[in-house]
């Protein structure tokens, strides 16, 4: 199966549950072949707490999309090579996210963040490359649900 590429633009914001989230627009072959709406949220940090963890604000920059139960959300930011995962839903899940480089080895990371906090994973991906990545939700380590797979151009 093909993973489809996704090119997104900020097109208007809303806020829910106290995060502010930018409406996307992608491609209609991208949403035939995931056969899912367009990813809606866009994280992007505001300030690190002492755990580490952020706040979601809006991010036109950030590709990717949410588990199919819209807990947990995960997108790459090209400029600068940031995977953010963030839990967006006071569901009592975690947010985690299985991503690989340019084809290589599945890595698969979640995080006990709370409502509303993202993780920044900073990777370095070549200009050439991309990164696949599916958003989780688990319970304990046991995945509850999980979206499609992006692909996202390290050029953005």
């Known amino acids: 199966m093909s993973v489809p590429t996704i090119g997104a633009r900020a097109v208007r914001t ?3 549950v106290g995060i502010r989230v930018a409406l996307t627009a992608v491609t209609a072959g991208a949403l035939l072949a ?5 990813p809606a949220a866009l994280p992007r940090p505001a300030a690190p ?10 991010a036109p920059d950030c590709h990717g999309g949410y588990s199919r139960d819209r807990g947990a959300l995960a997108c790459f930011v090209p400029y600068g090579e940031h995977l953010w995962v963030c839990d967006t839903r006071a569901d009592g899940h975690h947010p985690g996210v299985a991503y690989r480089i340019t084809g290589g080895s599945w890595v698969y990371r979640d995080y006990d963040l709370g409502n509303g906090n993202c993780r920044d ?18 319970e304990g380590s046991t995945v509850v649900s999980d979206g499609p797979t992006f692909r996202v151009s390290a050029r953005g």
């Open 14 to 16: 809303r806020t829910a």
């Open 34 to 38: 995931v056969g899912t709406p367009a």
């Open 49 to 58: 707490s002492a755990t580490g963890a952020v706040t979601i604000r809006t």
């Open 121 to 138: 994973i900073d990777l370095d991906i070549a200009e050439s490359g991309y990164i696949d990545l599916v958003p989780r939700n688990y």
